[in-house]
């Protein structure tokens, strides 16, 4: 495959995944900054390399028409807060579990999504 040029080096900046596609039977490139794309292949070498290329040509196409390019997920600020709507009785157990903890509910939730997220 030809390898993707592109006017946006931030292109290479963007978070790509590679997986197993049981439905497809194949490998699936996909980018997080664009959920819309993907490119199927033999190898996972194949499918990155794919993902990559359909990105940098949209990439392309949206600067030749004027849009706006998202910024990579690894360049955005984050703060380090959000807001979770969650229902009453699960907010009723993490309270009582953070209290029989002697933690505060944000350092209870905070560390079950950390644990999650490895």
Same mark, same amino acid.
């Given at each position: 495959?030809?390898r993707?040029?592109?006017?946006?080096?931030?292109?290479?900046?963007?978070?790509?995944?590679? !997986?197993?596609?049981?439905?497809?039977?194949?490998h699936?490139?996909?980018?997080?900054?664009?959920?819309?794309?993907?490119?199927?292949?033999?190898?996972?070498?194949d499918?990155?390399?794919?993902?990559?290329?359909?990105?940098?040509?949209?990439?392309?196409?949206?600067? !030749?028409?004027?849009?706006?390019?998202?910024e990579?997920?690894?360049?955005?600020?984050?703060s380090?807060?959000?807001?979770v709507?969650?229902?009453?009785?699960?907010?009723? !157990?993490?309270?009582?579990?953070?209290?029989?903890?002697?933690i505060?509910l944000?350092?209870?939730?905070?560390?079950?999504?950390?644990?999650? !997220?490895?």
């Amino acid at each position: 495959m030809k390898r993707a040029t592109s006017k946006n080096p931030k292109t290479d900046r963007y978070t790509y995944r590679v !997986s197993w596609s049981p439905e497809d039977e194949e490998h699936v490139g996909l980018c997080a900054e664009f959920p819309s794309l993907s490119w199927l292949a033999a190898t996972p070498e194949d499918a990155l390399c794919g993902i990559r290329h359909v990105v940098a040509e949209a990439v392309a196409d949206m600067q !030749s028409a004027g849009e706006p390019v998202p910024e990579p997920l690894a360049e955005r600020h984050y703060s380090g807060e959000f807001r979770v709507r969650i229902p009453p009785a699960v907010h009723r !157990s993490l309270t009582a579990e953070a209290a029989e903890q002697k933690i505060s509910l944000n350092r209870l939730v905070s560390a079950k999504l950390q644990s999650r !997220s490895h």
